[in-house]
């Protein structure tokens, strides 16, 4: 498993610890996996966030601590740390999808999930949940349970949603690498927009 934690700071007056803080939490989507850093979306998030002078945008720092391969259960361990470290205004979480690629279960994928939400929303954090889709070769039954576990998560903790993070790229020529699973660096500005049409809304809002 390899470990991937980078922090962007975006500051606008010259006072780092001022900015408030956007926590990515997730897996290899997240993580850049088999691209550059600096082509993720999570870089090409925290760019967008940086404020002209005459913006009037406030500042935010974006800390990516995506790890390739990390499950739920692997991220409800690591999480409570990271909450306390970076106190963070709004949690981005990512995570299942290595969960549903093994076929574990969804009931404690799920479980996982809320549990998450509630220790950020408990810390004084807003949550925003992105979902996730199986390949069909999963069969009918669990990938339309796995898609489903997500909408219900958000209805029930009463957060926004990323409905499918990876849309608008499987048609797409060139928008996955090799292995059929993980987006190319061409790929990661739509996963920047998909995110950032439910993310945008929560910046304004307190």
Not at 27 to 53: H, K, T
Not at 87 to 95: D, N, S, Y
Not at 148 to 159: G, Y
């Amino acid at each position: 498993m390899k470990l991937f934690c980078l922090l962007w700071s975006v500051n606008l007056l010259g006072a780092a610890q001022a900015a408030p803080t956007i926590l990515v939490f997730g897996d290899s989507l997240s993580a850049a996996y088999g691209i550059s850093v600096e082509s993720g979306w999570v870089a090409l998030l925290a760019r967008r966030l940086q404020p002209g002078p005459q913006s009037g945008q406030p500042a935010y720092r974006v800390v990516n601590a995506s790890v390739s391969g990390e499950t739920s259960a692997g991220g409800l361990t690591r999480l409570p740390k990271l909450l306390a470290a970076h106190r963070p205004h709004l949690t981005i979480l990512e995570l299942g999808a290595n969960d549903g690629l093994r076929g574990l279960s969804l009931a404690q994928t799920a479980r996982n999930l809320e549990t998450m939400i509630g220790l950020a929303q408990k810390q004084g954090g807003k949550v925003l949940l992105v979902g996730m889709r199986l390949p069909p070769n999963y069969g009918a039954a669990y990938t339309g349970k796995f898609q489903a576990l997500f909408t219900d998560i958000a209805r029930k903790k009463k957060v926004h949603l990323v409905p499918f993070l990876l849309d608008g790229i499987g048609a797409q020529p060139g928008r996955f690498q090799a292995d059929g699973l993980h987006p190319t660096a061409q790929a990661q500005p739509i996963l920047l927009d998909n995110v950032w049409r439910e993310l945008r809304p929560m910046l304004t809002t307190k």
